[in-house]
DNA sequence: AGATACAGGACCGTTTTAGTACAGTTTGTG
DNA sequence: CACAAACTGTACTAAAACGGTCCTGTATCT
């Protein structure tokens, strides 16, 4: 769920390996060392350099480095500055004039900005410091609980046992696969 | 940024509009209520059934309920019935092998899994019931925030004065368009 | 038996994404 | 000064995902 697109993961392994050497670093080096194409690389990193998280240099011995301690950096500046600042859902970037009469959807769409602002909090909480230093926790299975508890619901939903087909999808999708 | 299908969208939406009602609806009524094409209504429903946050009663006054307690059920389920588990990175997907050797890359993979774990947290906090109850708070504006912290960050960055040519963004991307 | 309604795919046009390419500009160096 | 090294900006393309529709099958109620 929630797919963050491949720029963006780009934008935080390239920021990550800027936050690790204070001298500016070129394209072709962090490209190298990271495995990202290297016009890939430059394409993302101009977009980091246009909102200013990382800064640039021109010319012979140029290269890129962070505008700011790692620490000082929240990963959601690196997504905002690939993804741009789009909210989760649609009709609430533009006007949101004309299909949002249905006063049922968007007493909804008003709460999912509650659910955005849960998000961009976690994101802004986060620093390229946090991402530098790799702590692989082990309480990550944590996440696919949500599918267990739809199962137990299954047990207790509305009373009169009618058909219930909705509990034939045993396993084909077991592939969880957050532990990563 | 963290674009939210619109699938989830209509999702949510057909999900809290079963939430304020207790007996099963058609994908006729509730298409027709919340202004979603039926077929696509159709294809939403099939989904959150097979995941079980929805139960599905076949044949003539069939229809859909939900399959718990409004407040019992997280929008984590909901967005997670129509994206799938899939995590935010690729590459935590699939095995993993072969493309990612980089360990400079994968050390940042590692902690986008605390990312992940952060995000669905939150969406596992809100839950159906926080939906159906409207409140547009007002200090959603607090987004916004990340995008000036850019630039204060320009006054203070690399000492060396060199270019900076990072500058010249001045608001040509003030459209941040989040009080929706 | 017939009408109602969900289940499960197949299908298709459009949009987005990922990646590439190229001409231009800035800056250090010989 | 000339050249090379690097970034800047824009345009382009192939592939994948997304949004949406439709059709056939099956279950259930009357």
Same mark, same amino acid.
């Given at each position: 769920?929630?797919?963050? $697109? /491949? ?7 390239? +920021? ?24 890939? *690389?430059? /394409? ?5 350099? /246009? $909102? ?52 049922? $959807? ?7 900005? /509650? ?37 137990? =619901? ?11 087909? *909705? ?6 999708? +077991?592939?969880? =696969?957050? $532990?990563?």
């Amino acid at each position: 769920m929630l797919r963050i $697109s /491949k720029m963006t993961d780009y934008a935080v392994v390239l +920021a990550t390996h800027l936050a690790v050497s204070d001298t500016p670093r070129t394209v072709r080096d962090l490209a190298g060392e990271s495995g990202i194409p290297q016009p890939t *690389a430059s /394409k993302v990193l101009k977009l980091l350099a /246009k $909102s200013g998280v990382v800064t640039s240099f021109r010319g012979a011995r140029g290269g890129y480095s962070l505008s700011g301690r790692p620490a000082n950096i929240p990963v959601l500046d690196v997504v905002c500055a690939i993804e741009g600042p789009v909210a989760v859902t649609e009709c609430s970037s533009e006007e949101a004039s004309g299909s949002c009469e249905y006063e049922g $959807s968007c007493e909804v769409q008003a709460n999912w900005q /509650k659910i955005n602002v849960a998000i961009q909090a976690a994101l802004h909480r986060i620093t390229l410091a946090d991402m530098v230093r790799a702590e692989p926790s082990a309480e990550l299975v944590v996440l696919s609980r949500s599918r267990q508890d739809a199962l137990e =619901r299954q047990q207790i939903a509305v009373p009169t046992a009618r058909t219930q087909e *909705a509990t034939d999808n045993d396993d084909h999708r +077991a592939d969880q =696969r957050i $532990s990563g």
